[in-house]
């Protein structure tokens, strides 16, 4: 049975054009804003904040941390503003979404390039996600075989294997028509990050009870050269800025708001009380970790083994993380399917190849729908992400490039921008010129981070 383009589902790329403003009757409140925040924050990331405080040590470790909430809530703020216009209390023009309000504040020419940023971002994190998970699938078999032989045993097994495994799952997953078929996917996700940072959390308080002594230094971990010691500082603020990821949702979030109160008041009392939440919860995640195993902290908490008991308890986090990855990467992979599919389909409207869906019904299971362009194209993103991730297996790296590369034009400057043209800020006033030096700096630690964290992959390849 052949369905026409008309009769199926519809797919919301990420910047589509503006429909008139239907009736929704919002409900979200502080509270569903502050829980939505949090679990879109807290992910993969905080694994690798513990390796992080070691590089930096105990004096900008936790500097560093309060330094990119401090910056990641006040960009917040500012766009937070961005959500109605002309007015950012009442203004009768809702942005229903990040690129939005990019397009509707700054034009089609900056939305076009912000979704550039936005893609790589959500392309990268894929590759991340297929790293990760492999590494939690290998840590599971090592921490099985550290038990059963030994914690001297030479329990190695390669990446490979579980990179395939993982991508022949999202193989699968990713034949979903869209985001609306994977909804429970991301509910199950969000439980299991909040379930192995937890457990990654308690795991570092015990090791630190156990030593009975507090590891690491102000320094952090020692070099060779000053060189190397500037690419490692570099790496781990890459990892700090993938760690605070959620300035794309956060005007989905506030266009879920009732008011009164207006929106964007609400909005930026839940983003503070959810980022203060956050990053104490990534002080302890890190501090804990750096204090258990000090300049031998892994670079990521769960998988570098410097826990080997309970072994079913790191058997389980990972587990956790594996699970969580699965569903986190069709999250971030689901509105690049859209948005490529809904071009290329308007590009070719006549085309049956391209736009009719079709029914299967294999023995003994139920019918789906299927549709050769989805089929064609979701299988050459997954295979080109799985092949790449297999090139690039570097953890702390890979998060490290790509923090670098969205850290800055998404976080800070589309809201800076944004905020100039909708609060009317005129050029070389004072307002204008402290947030045109807050976003050089912040662009100056962005590029710092993605150049010591590319210097970190050439590295790892190279060695």
């Not at 840590?139 to 990446?159: L, M, V």
């Not at 379930?195 to 002594?213: D, P, Q, R, T």
């Not at 989905?252 to 009732?258: A, M, N, P, V």
Request: net charge neutral; charged share 10%; glycine share 8%.
């Amino acid at each position: 049975m052949v369905l026409s383009s008309a009769d199926k589902n519809h797919e919301t790329p990420l910047l589509p054009e503006q429909d008139p403003e239907p009736f929704i009757k919002r409900t979200g409140t502080l509270w569903t804003a502050v829980a939505h925040i949090i679990t879109g924050v807290i992910g993969s990331g905080v694994l690798s904040l513990a390796w992080s405080m070691a590089q930096l040590g105990w004096i900008a470790g936790p500097l560093a941390m309060v330094i990119f909430a401090s910056v990641t809530l006040f960009a917040t703020f500012l766009l937070c503003d961005c959500h109605r216009s002309p007015d950012p209390e009442y203004g009768p023009r809702r942005n229903r979404s990040y690129l939005e309000a990019v397009d509707m504040c700054l034009g089609k020419t900056n939305a076009w390039a912000c979704s550039l940023f936005i893609h790589v971002g959500l392309y990268g994190t894929a590759i991340a996600y297929t790293v990760t998970s492999a590494i939690s699938m290998r840590a599971i078999q090592k921490s099985n075989c550290y038990h059963r032989e030994g914690h001297e045993a030479a329990c190695e097994y390669s990446d490979t294997y579980h990179m395939l495994i993982f991508g022949a799952v999202q193989l699968i997953l990713s034949q979903a028509p869209d985001f609306h078929n994977i909804q429970s996917l991301s509910v199950i996700a969000a439980v299991m990050s909040f379930a192995y940072s937890f457990i990654g959390f308690g795991l570092g308080v015990a090791k630190v009870i156990g030593n009975g002594f507090v590891m690491g230094s102000f320094s952090g971990v020692s070099t060779t050269t000053s060189i190397e010691k500037m690419w490692l500082v570099a790496q781990a603020l890459g990892d700090i800025a993938f760690a605070y990821p959620y300035s794309l949702v956060l005007i989905e979030i506030q266009d879920t708001l009732k008011s009164p109160p207006p929106a964007n008041q609400t909005m930026k009392k839940a983003s503070t009380m959810s980022i203060i939440t956050t990053t104490i919860f990534y002080l302890f995640c890190g501090g804990f970790g750096y204090a258990a195993f000090g300049d031998n902290t892994p670079g990521n908490l769960l998988t570098g083994f410097g826990f080997y008991e309970p072994y079913w308890l790191i058997d389980l986090a990972n587990a956790f993380i594996v699970i969580h990855l699965v569903g986190g990467y069709q999250v971030y992979s689901q509105p690049i399917f859209a948005h490529f599919e809904k071009w290329i389909r308007e590009k070719f409207p006549e085309n049956g190849f391209l736009n009719n869906e079709f029914f299967l019904k294999p023995p003994l299971m139920a019918a789906f729908r299927w549709n050769p362009l989805r089929l064609c194209f979701r299988t050459v993103y997954v295979v080109s992400v799985t092949a790449i991730a297999m090139s690039f297996p570097y953890f702390n790296q890979v998060l490290g490039v790509i923090g670098g590369v969205i850290f800055w034009p998404l976080t800070i400057y589309f809201p800076v921008e944004m905020y100039f043209k909708q609060m009317n800020i005129e050029a070389w006033t004072r307002k204008w010129v402290m947030l045109r030096v807050f976003s050089y700096v912040c662009f100056i630690v962005s590029t710092f981070g993605l150049v010591g964290s590319i210097q970190g992959i050439i590295s790892a390849k190279l060695s």
